[in-house]
């Protein structure tokens, strides 16, 4: 699929999922880094662990309903990573789920429609806020950006998807000087000071494998 085409197809959301898969497999030990700076040191490795039980759930699934395949994404991530990870992302792809239930395809705003869904659900769960150092410092900005694509209009979700990437990228630096609110990380104090967010690199990875996958879907 081309990045002009106007939709990506069941089959792209499967190339993405997988992308994120082995992104996160190359980013374990820097997740794993960042985690053991201000907080338990297991991100990388549970997150790790969760997609790759999700790449053998993917690889028994059948039908074109990308709801249904976000959803058994987000149950299985639930189930399988440890720590604040699981519940977080696993709600991220649920919520995401219940918004493309029963679409074979997504455009632009259907994509921005689901992770706006995703980010609202992960906030009620973690009661985070931007600023306070968390994935949502990274997802918000990537829901903007997916916004103002969709309203400039003939914009592919490939490149939708990039301007998403590029926002959580920023979003995700941004956390370096900011003080955790949330989390374990919450613990340090102006200590947290100086570290990049372990949440907001995965939620960028996310993002960023997106627009990878799309591109080439």
Known sequence: MTEE???ID???VLAWIRRYAAVIEEHRVEL????????????GTNMDRGMKKVL????????????ATLKAVGMTLVSSVGGAAGPLYGTLFLQ???ATAGSSTLDVGALADALDAGVKGVQARGK????DK???DALLPAVAA???????GGVGPAAAAERAAAAAEEGMKATIPMEARKGRASYLGPRSVGHQDPGATSSYLLLRSAGEAFATA
Request: glycine share 18%; proline share 2%; no cysteine.
């Open 146 to 152: 997916l916004r103002e694509a969709q309203a400039d």
């Open 134 to 136: 968390t994935m949502v």
């Open 96 to 98: 995401m789920g219940t």
């Open 32 to 43: 794993v880094r960042l985690d053991t700076a201000i907080g338990d040191g297991d991100h």
């Open 128 to 131: 985070a806020e931007p600023g």
């Open 5 to 7: 085409a106007a939709t």
């Open 56 to 67: 053998e759930k993917l690889d028994g699934s059948e039908g074109d309903d990308i709801g």
């Open 10 to 12: 069941h089959a792209g």
